[in-house]
């Protein structure tokens, strides 16, 4: 797992280490349609810790959307609902995994995201109700992904709905 995050077997993580950095945003009032970037890194590194608190993260509905684009990229190597992808189920935390899931205050990734040259963080709220204030924290390390062990992270969001005429979803048809 250590290796994954670029810190070397037997090690532990030393976030005062010049080569962590961390990226943490006061309390951000997020207007609907407005879009804020979180984080914007300028060189090749890797993220290591994603964090969004905020009371109103999921409100059952998939209104706040998160960004992320590798390398500048065209199209967002990471673009979903905060619920969705943190796993929230009717506005509850629901996915209290080691990498990624979400609590009573926070949704949280530490899933390791190496990137070549660039990347950028961005919220997106959607909705048409009350601000949201969120507080956010990206950690991230400069070590270089190692390009012939390393992929980059890519989510695809797809949202199916379900006809009443619909009993069932179908994952495979052979």
């Not at 006061?26 to 290591?48: D, E, S």
């Not at 009371?55 to 673009?79: C, H, Q, S, V, Y």
């Not at 062990?149 to 048809?173: I, M």
Request: overall charge negative; glycine content about 10%.
């Amino acid at each position: 797992m250590q290796q994954a995050w670029g810190v070397p077997a037997g090690t532990s993580i030393d976030h005062s280490d010049p080569a962590a950095k961390n990226v943490i945003l006061p309390a951000l009032t997020l207007q609907p349609g407005q879009r804020a970037t979180l984080a914007q890194i300028k060189k090749g590194g890797r993220i290591t810790c994603l964090q969004l608190y905020g009371t109103r993260l999921a409100d059952g509905n998939a209104n706040l959307w998160l960004r992320i684009t590798w390398d500048d990229e065209k199209r967002p190597a990471i673009e979903a609902p905060v619920a969705d992808l943190f796993g929230y189920v009717s506005g509850r935390p629901s996915m209290g995994g080691l990498l990624m899931g979400a609590n009573d205050s926070m949704a949280y990734s530490y899933l390791p995201m190496p990137f070549d040259r660039s990347a950028t963080i961005e919220l997106l709220y959607n909705g048409t109700g009350e601000p949201l204030l969120i507080h956010s924290t990206v950690s991230y390390t400069l070590r270089a992904r190692n390009r012939t062990e390393e992929g980059k992270l890519y989510v695809h969001y797809q949202s199916d709905t379900l006809g009443s005429d619909d009993p069932y979803q179908v994952f495979l048809a052979t």
